[in-house]
């Protein structure tokens, strides 16, 4: 079939990707196709077919390796001047290796093979006589990095991004990366990329010498000619590649990055990177060493708990981004209430690309909030252009304009009904038809905020979390009135400014707060006890949660965690602790937290906690006492129909409070742990403290846990 038939060239018909000669097609895959020019350059290009982004799968690679045979037999009879390799896709070079592959794989020794398999066409690529020239645009990561590390250059189109995400998924690069990256530029800058999982932009790859040039799109055909014809004078390595060819040197460089992972990922949660730093040190000096040594370890990784357990997050933020695909409908958004949510809110909003008119009662907290918002963008947006354009969409409306030509407006003042609805009832005069409504309530009932509203139907729970612009999560809250489209259009909105949503029903404190709150109150309890904090917080630190619930208490501000404990003790029979009168007195006093700058901790300008030494060691049942709590809420969401599913409520749990994420979150936890053990576990704890550890009869049933 001529090249030029298939159908993703014809959508191509703007011809504005240079993607070989249009009457050159030499041999058409499912995936990948070959042409040649008139001027003997081979064009390879990769379109994996059925999908919107290139990834590498095993088929991918099997066709690549016939492919290659074609670009040898051509070289070999001097019928090829050179080989392009691009993707036909829109939304970058590749991806990845497609990480549905990955899924549910025990068995090192079957992955140890098909590395070895996919090695052997990677080298193949590498092996060519001719000149390779990678031209990449978009993401180029993982595993589509080592195929573009195979060929001899690499050319970025302006605004590519590389790099080696595979850390995030409990594994490190395994096609190649781990001994090609380092031989091409600086080791340690190689090492730093594949350790931390952060890509560099076009201009950063080219200052580091992983690309050749970064061009324009229309510049592609001559810069091919350019590097086959060996004009492209690529400036590459550094003398620290030939000092850390040295062992002793590479023993030094290692210990100091172990200490720095060890800051950031303890070993017994994420062993990936120590795993990486250990097989640079051993075989940095020999590539083919390195190898072999590359794909043993990999295999082992891909197979552990660890790197199952955040392929399975990586799936769970999948399906939560496709509940937020389609179309809200949302342009312009108003919010009502520039305090610490609203104001983030609207600051999000407007760097995701929206207009936004921000409101208050106070002139003086829309001046705060937009001076936030231009810290942030200073902070977030890369290019001068987009930091003014964000701060250009976000609009400070001292009259409230903005609500009548808003299509969504979020309402994010004082937590009182009464408030609140007054605010509505203004707002119903002056909203667009068919506008959505929302309230970022974290405890009032959506069933007495929508009494009296014209449009109830259009009444929508967005619960964000704080910080907003570090949370990824978002409650989408139902009510008895609330519209299937209502729902749907909130979604979307969630989708549409990058976030992650999570439908809950309107119970008190939704699932988050409430699964968070005997957590939290437990640690009080502790704290009673005359534990030391630190201890507290190491215990849950041990369990792998980004930080402890004394630290996380003072985060989420210590009034509104009273609040909620307050408000879940009222509506709920969740047998909750009395929360003590030192708090009480604590909050009154203004110390609340990280934001008064002194909660259960002493905060700096830097905001981090002036934190002593831990004393005691915790133990496992410390740690029990303060997570099974939350695993215990949970179960009770889960049974009460709070939450739709297990994998709804771990992905949530995940993405609002950073629940340890190696732990596939806290369902998948309890499965692996075992239902009946955690019921064991919560009854000793119940024997040993009280009531309010009484296991919920959830874990009874057979299904217990999802
Ligand atoms: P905040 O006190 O920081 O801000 C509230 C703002 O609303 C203030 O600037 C106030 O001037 C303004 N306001 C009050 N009445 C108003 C009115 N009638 N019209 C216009 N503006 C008015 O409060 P916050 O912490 O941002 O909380 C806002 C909402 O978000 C609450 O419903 C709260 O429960 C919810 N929430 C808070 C958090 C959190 O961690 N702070 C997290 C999730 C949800």
């Not at 040197?249 to 100091?256: G, H, L, S």
């Not at 509505?424 to 509203?453: Q, V």
């Amino acid at each position: 079939m001529p090249l030029t038939d298939t159908p993703v060239w014809n959508a191509l018909a703007d011809r504005s990707m240079a993607l070989g000669p249009d009457d050159g097609g030499l041999k058409t895959l499912e995936h990948w196709r070959l042409s040649q020019g008139g001027d003997g350059l081979l064009w390879l290009v990769l379109d994996r077919a059925g999908e919107s982004a290139n990834t590498l799968s095993e088929a991918v690679l099997e066709e690549l390796d016939t492919m290659l045979g074609e670009v040898e037999a051509l070289a070999a009879s001097d019928q090829a001047r050179g080989l392009i390799v691009r993707s036909a896709k829109r939304s970058g070079f590749a991806a990845g290796a497609d990480v549905r592959d990955f899924r549910g794989i025990d068995d090192a020794a079957t992955v140890h093979t098909r590395m070895q398999r996919a090695h052997g066409v990677i080298d193949r690529l590498a092996g060519l006589a001719v000149p390779t020239v990678a031209v990449v645009h978009g993401h180029c990561l993982g595993g589509g990095l080592e195929l573009a590390l195979a060929c001899r250059h690499r050319i970025a189109i302006a605004g590519a991004s590389l790099g080696f995400p595979e850390v995030m998924l409990g594994l490190h690069p395994g096609l190649g990366g781990t001994f090609r990256l380092p031989a091409l530029i600086d080791p340690l800058e190689a090492m730093t990329m594949m350790l931390t999982g952060k890509p560099a932009h076009a201009r950063k790859a080219k200052r580091l010498g992983l690309v050749d040039a970064v061009i324009e799109e229309r510049h592609v055909d001559n810069a091919v000619r350019d590097a086959v014809g060996g004009g492209l004078a690529a400036d590459r390595g550094s003398w620290k590649s030939s000092v850390l060819s040295l062992g002793p040197a590479r023993q030094v460089a290692a210990r100091q990055m172990r200490a720095r992972v060890e800051d950031r990922a303890p070993k017994a949660h994420y062993p990936a990177p120590y795993r990486l730093i250990d097989l640079w040190e051993e075989h940095g000096a020999d590539a083919e060493e390195m190898q072999s040594a590359e794909i043993a370890s990999f295999s082992e990784l891909l197979v552990s708990d660890t790197a199952q357990n955040l392929i399975r997050v990586f799936f769970l933020r999948e399906r939560l981004r496709a509940d937020g695909r389609g179309d809200s409908g949302v342009g312009h958004v108003h919010v009502v209430g520039a305090g610490t949510m609203g104001g983030d809110i609207a600051a999000w909003c407007a760097s995701r690309g929206l207009t936004v008119t921000l409101a208050d009662l106070d002139p003086a907290a829309i001046a705060r909030a937009v001076g936030r918002a231009a810290a942030f963008y200073d902070k977030k947006l890369r290019s001068r252009l987009d930091r003014r354009d964000a701060l250009d969409r976000l609009i400070p409306d001292f009259s409230g304009a903005g609500a009548a030509k808003a299509d969504l407006v979020i309402e994010a003042v004082a937590e009182k009904a009464d408030v609140k609805k007054a605010v509505y009832a203004d707002l119903a005069k002056r909203m667009k038809p068919g506008a959505l409504l929302a309230t970022n309530t974290s405890s009032i009932p959506l069933e007495t905020l929508r009494e009296g509203l014209p449009a109830p139907e259009r009444l929508v729970g967005l619960h964000f979390f704080n910080p907003v612009t570090r949370m990824e999560l978002v409650e989408v809250v139902g009510h008895d009135k609330a519209a299937p489209e209502t729902l749907a259009r909130a979604r979307a909105f969630c989708g549409a400014i990058g976030r992650l949503p999570a439908p809950v029903k309107s119970a008190p404190g939704f699932l988050v707060n409430r699964a968070l709150t005997p957590y939290l109150a437990e640690a009080f309890v502790m704290l009673d006890e005359g534990l030391a904090k630190e201890t507290i917080d190491r215990a849950a630190e041990r369990f792998g949660m980004p930080m402890g619930p004394v630290e996380l208490a003072d985060r989420v501000g210590l009034d509104i965690g009273l609040e909620v404990a307050r408000m879940l003790a009222e509506r709920t029979d969740d047998p909750l602790p009395d929360i003590p009168q030192w708090l009480v007195d604590k909050v009154d006093k203004g110390e609340t937290g990280r934001k008064a700058g002194k909660g259960f901790y002493d905060y700096g300008d830097d905001g981090k906690p002036r934190k002593g030494t831990p004393g005691a060691e915790p133990d496992q049942a410390m740690i029990d006492r303060l997570v099974l709590p939350m695993v215990n809420a949970c179960m009770r969401c889960l049974r009460e129909g709070v939450v739709a599913d297990a994998e709804t409520l771990d992905a949530a749990m995940i993405f609002a409070t950073g629940f340890a994420p190696f732990r596939g979150g806290p369902m998948h936890y309890a499965r692996t742990r075992g239902s009946g053990e955690v019921a064991a576990a919560l009854k000793r704890l119940q024997e040993a403290h009280g009531a309010r550890f009484a296991p919920d009869p959830g874990w009874d049933r057979p299904d217990a846990a999802g």
